[in-house]
């Protein structure tokens, strides 16, 4: 059974920062490409952060500009994202992603989210 199973989300003041860590079971997760997602209310879901399989190449949002760093652990199955310097609008439920393509199928597989509030 496939599991992304997101942590560290909470509430934290304009500034400081979070780590988030996605636990990933029942699937080979060095294969997969990892991201996270966030959605905040009455918005579109939208990538946060990506890491290739290997965790050789990164991709971030936008908004990033530097805050945040995805790595991946793949001796223990796990992502992470570290965000630093946090805004009131990153505010959003946090979303763990696993992807992995072939010629004739992509697999696609979600977390349930962990919430971020960013707020004094």
């Known amino acids: 059974q496939v599991q992304l199973v997101e942590s560290g989300g909470g509430l934290v003041q304009p500034g400081g920062s979070l780590r988030l860590s996605c636990a990933a079971s029942?699937?080979?997760?060095?294969?997969?490409?990892m991201s996270w997602y966030r959605q905040a209310p009455g918005k579109e879901r939208e990538l946060a952060a990506a890491i290739t399989s290997a965790g050789g190449s990164t991709n971030y949002g936008d908004f990033m500009k530097g805050r945040f760093t995805i790595s991946r652990d793949n001796a223990k199955n796990t992502v992470y994202l570290q965000m630093n310097s946090l805004k009131p609008e990153d505010t959003a439920v946090y979303y763990c992603?696993?992807?992995?393509?072939?010629?004739?199928?992509?697999?696609?597989?979600w977390g349930q989210g962990t919430q971020v509030t960013v707020s004094s």
């Open positions: 029942g699937f080979t997760f060095s294969r997969y490409a």
């Open positions: 992603n696993a992807r992995f393509s072939t010629a004739v199928r992509q697999y696609d597989y």
